[in-house]
């Protein structure tokens, strides 16, 4: 070392060097410490995620409890009564049970003493009947199956038979089979898909519970039927759907996982996807439409969508942004969801000031606007958005363009993610009739996440489409407040022998938002 710094010049150019290379060891300890600082927030925000509760439900006095007097003191308000301040008890009301069960059929038995016990224990007088007691059970009548015989007549002429070459043949007229050479009645199979696409109950498990009650149907069976009545019945009432729903102003989108195991050129373990299409708050024509596809391209919801031009509500998925002559109105949820895992996630001792903290507490100003106009019409809507949210919205965006948070942390990402969504975010405000988020098709798309959770994944992409098609009647059904299984009932006891391609009306005439039957409604 001493021959190699001989005069003061080596010695100034090699503690430049040592320096540099210090500098250089800060910069990447540094950038270490945010990569791990980095990790560890997304490992807690994956626990939390994991273990942590799901409900995005807002409670102002949760949300706001640590910066209350700062959110609440521009806000003037009259000194509370004594009335508002002490809370009422709740008072029980007597008529609720009796409200729940009035529209239920009603069987008496009564209970009275016979003649030896109507006297009096004391003297032997009769008894007198002074008043009685009654007691409600609510009574279950489990299933019962029978074999109906269609017994078909046929007749001929004996004149003929004696006579002529030819002998006409006459027979009754019969129903036609919901599928020809089969067992299935459209009870039967309406309990079937009822049980698996609304009570989640896969095709093994009614099979051991048919077994149980001495009915041998496989699983097997029971998915050929399912499949040829969505294929055969469903599936024009589908299509005319979509011809409907392509009408409406404003709509719905989202889409998720699904899992087929016999795709083509596909392993079983790949993903593919059910889109999810719905009506807007204020659209006549109520509708829910899935639609099973093998991926995620932005080709998909193009040609679903193709001949719409509205407004339609989704999230950041880029695929819906190139959509043309289409609005797209972005997700606050969403927004709010990404500075809510960050809370869950800080000590809250902590929470006052963080960037989370004032991202939540815009959102939860949005949402409490929202909430006092929401029973107000969309033209009342539009200006009142435009006079209490816009200058929140404003104020919001203003804040994050100053934030020097925008980096690869969980706040960054969430702050990065509202600039890129600022012009779909702020989209809501120009149109009355659209919502501030997508949880109407997040709302829309979980029960197939449920039924996904209990059966899995679909064994073959026939499969998969009569499950999108299925799903579609089922829940475009229960929008309309039809009882799912008595609508299944009336299509397939209405719909074989009538031809469609003669009289589309009649297909018309059996839509889920058409008049029905009063049977096919759920009584209120």
Known sequence: MKNKLKT??????YITQLESKVKSLQAEK???NNKLKELLEQAAIARAKQFGSSSEKINPDQIMLFNEVEFFAEQKAEEPSEEEILPARKKKNPGFKEE????????????TLTEEEASCPQCGDELHQMGKNIRKELVCIPAQYKVVEHIQYVYSCRGCEKNDVNTPIVKATVPQALIPKSMASASLVANIITNKYMSY???????KLLSNNGIKIS????ASWVIKVAEQYFQPLYDLMRLEFLKQDIIHMDETVVQVLKEKDKTPQSNSYMWLYRSGKYEKARIILYEYQPDRKKLRPTEFLKGFKGGAHTDGYAAYHSLKDVTIYGCWAHLRRKFEEILKITPKNHIIGTPAFTGMSYCHKLYSIEEKIQDKTPDEKKQLRKE???????????????SNELSTSAIG????YALNQQDYLENYLKDGRSEIDNNRAERSIKPFVMGRKNFLFCDTIKGAKASAVIFSLIESAKENGLSVEKYLVYLLENMPGLDFTKDPQLLDNLLPWAKLPENCYVKK
């Open 8 to 13: 003061q010049e080596d010695l100034l150019k």
């Open 30 to 32: 540094e950038l270490l």
């Open 100 to 111: 729940k069960i009035k529209d239920l059929p009603v069987e008496s038995i009564e209970y």
């Open 201 to 207: 109950l896969p095709l093994n498990r009614q099979e």
């Open 219 to 222: 699983r097997q069976c029971m």
């Open 388 to 402: 209490l949210s816009e200058p929140v919205i404003r104020e919001f965006f203003t804040w994050v363009k100053k």
């Open 413 to 416: 990402k969430a702050l990065t």
